[in-house]
């Protein structure tokens, strides 16, 4: 089935968290869009091919750390524990530790430079 719902994320710098989320957490640009203001849009995808977009925040909208909120973001990746080790060397602040749950998902999770918080899982019952 294909995807139907996609995580679009905000940060302050769009160029630099593209460039982590792809170092740290192994995403793969897939899309780049400048917009005539100078906006830029990106195309995220997973190594499962789920995708996320994310761009920089146009007013009126505001990164959520800068209102003291966050996001919580759920992948599902192919290898939960290499994934966990990458994103630990590259500067991942993780907050949850790997823990194996009830239904089945191995997971972690974690916050990237701008506050955002990720939980990526391997499904064991695939």
Same mark, same amino acid.
């Given at each position: 089935?294909?995807?139907?719902?996609?995580?679009?994320?905000?940060?302050?710098?769009?160029?630099?968290?593209?460039?982590?989320?792809?170092?740290? #957490?192994?995403?793969? @640009?897939?899309?780049?869009?400048?917009?005539?203001? /100078?906006?830029?849009?990106? $195309?995220?995808?997973? &190594? %499962?091919?789920?995708?996320?977009?994310?761009?920089?925040?146009?007013?009126?909208?505001?990164?959520?750390?800068?209102?003291?909120?966050?996001?919580?973001?759920?992948?599902?990746? #192919?290898?939960?524990? @290499?994934?966990?080790?990458?994103?630990?060397?590259? /500067?991942?602040?993780?907050? $949850?530790?790997?823990? &194996? %749950?009830?239904?089945?998902?191995?997971?972690?999770?974690?916050?990237?430079?701008?506050?955002?918080?990720?939980?990526?899982?391997?499904?064991?019952?695939?």
């Amino acid at each position: 089935m294909a995807q139907t719902v996609t995580p679009y994320l905000l940060y302050e710098d769009g160029e630099a968290a593209g460039e982590f989320l792809c170092r740290a #957490f192994g995403f793969r @640009e897939v899309d780049r869009q400048v917009g005539s203001a /100078g906006g830029l849009h990106l $195309e995220l995808e997973t &190594d %499962l091919g789920g995708r996320i977009y994310l761009g920089t925040s146009p007013p009126p909208f505001r990164n959520p750390a800068t209102v003291g909120r966050t996001t919580l973001t759920y992948v599902l990746v #192919f290898d939960v524990d @290499e994934h966990y080790e990458r994103a630990r060397r590259e /500067g991942a602040h993780v907050f $949850e530790e790997l823990i &194996d %749950l009830p239904f089945g998902h191995r997971r972690y999770s974690c916050a990237d430079p701008e506050g955002h918080h990720w939980s990526f899982a391997t499904d064991k019952n695939r």
